[in-house]
């Protein structure tokens, strides 16, 4: 009997202990993450970077360096850029924090008397040390451009993830009547590659027949992220979207 409540006990207590240790670990996490965002909405890039120790690194070969540059020019195109960051989940690993979060921005960019929409969701694993992010690893993400008076609304089919050399079927449908409009658009697929962040590739659009493009892929033959990207065109906007997709083996 003593025995059994001694165990109740104590199981009590170890139970007490992890809830308040994961409460820490999610309490430190939601501060980091808040802070890096206040940061960010202020404009104060110097700030946001004491937020990433100076070794930071990303699968995509992002560094310290190329994510300030990014930051920097991103930041500059889209002055009234704002993020908001929720916080997933948080574990503690080996002294270190690891968390999975949902970001999302929203900006303007003017270009000429044409004000072009951003809205992006980022969903990202990051290991933060010390209160600074060495680690992060892109899980999703999914952005949009649109201009003019009425953009096409458009919903995107593709799937988040598949293996090397698999095929897979790409659907970006324009969601309202086209009526007598015109629509022109064009796919593309690229590597996601730091040093193409914020340099968009010259496109040339097609006439499309149905409303919307329709097509198929095949991954490439070695493992790495793809960005995926639908432009779609009529006499009343412009809207651009963007989805990476995973290629493993």
Request: aromatic share 6%; glycine share 6%; charged share 20%.
């Amino acid at each position: 009997m003593v025995a059994s409540v001694a165990s109740l006990v104590a199981s009590v207590v170890v139970g007490w202990a992890t809830t308040s240790q994961a409460q820490s670990v999610a309490t430190d996490a939601a501060s980091t993450l808040a802070q890096i965002d206040a940061a960010a909405n202020a404009g104060d890039l110097d700030q946001v970077m004491q937020f990433y120790s100076r070794d930071f690194t990303t699968p995509d070969g992002m560094t310290y360096a190329t994510l300030s540059e990014t930051l920097e020019e991103l930041r500059e195109r889209f002055p009234d850029l704002t993020y908001q960051t929720e916080v997933l989940s948080s574990t503690s690993e080996n002294g270190a924090i690891v968390a999975e979060t949902r970001t999302t921005l929203t900006g303007t960019e003017q270009v000429g008397d044409r004000p072009l929409q951003l809205t992006a969701t980022i969903t990202a694993r990051q290991r933060i040390e010390n209160g600074q992010i060495v680690q992060q690893e892109i899980l999703s993400e999914r952005s949009q451009l649109t201009s003019g008076d009425r953009p096409p609304s458009v919903s995107i089919n593709l799937p988040e993830e598949v293996k090397v050399n698999e095929e897979f079927a790409f659907d970006a449908i324009v969601e309202e009547p086209l009526g007598d409009r015109y629509l022109m658009g064009v796919a593309l697929e690229e590597a996601v590659n730091p040093s193409t962040y914020l340099d968009p590739a010259a496109v040339e659009l097609e006439l499309l027949t149905a409303g919307g493009l329709f097509k198929s892929g095949r991954a490439p033959s070695t493992p790495g992220d793809r960005w995926i990207s639908a432009v779609l065109v009529h006499e009343d906007g412009m809207t651009l979207i963007t989805q990476r997709m995973r290629v493993v083996r």
